[in-house]
């Protein structure tokens, strides 16, 4: 069973940076996606950031320019790079996994806490 675990998460004024990373218990090679997902409570998880097999990145509207998902196959972690945070990036982040096959199976870490707050 594929153990996902994020680290990182803190407090940070706004304006601050956070690097996230989560590290997958086998290789991260095997799976066709990863991202960051975050929630606040009484509301849906949203994607945030994803980085396909291949290199390319998907990042929400209200995240671009300032996040940035990259990935290190050798080290089986992708992280999350958080600049310029606001207090709306207040969240509990979920890193996911997404292996597809004739199936598709999701992978979730147990979160980390980001408060951006004075």
């Known amino acids: 069973q594929v153990q996902l675990v994020e680290s990182g998460g803190g407090l940070v004024q706004p304006g601050g940076s956070l690097r996230l990373s989560c590290v997958a218990s086998g290789s991260i090679a095997v799976f066709n996606t990863m991202g960051w997902y975050r929630q606040v409570p009484g509301k849906q998880r949203e994607l945030v950031a994803a980085?396909?097999?291949?290199?390319?990145?998907y990042y929400a509207d209200s995240v671009k320019g300032r996040f940035t998902i990259s990935s290190d196959i050798a080290k089986n972690t992708v992280y999350l790079q958080m600049n310029s945070l606001k207090s709306e990036d207040t969240a509990v982040y979920y890193c996911n996994a997404v292996k597809r096959g004739i199936n598709r199976y999701d992978y979730w870490g147990q979160g980390t806490q980001v408060t951006v707050s004075s």
């Open positions: 980085i396909f097999r291949g290199g390319s990145t």
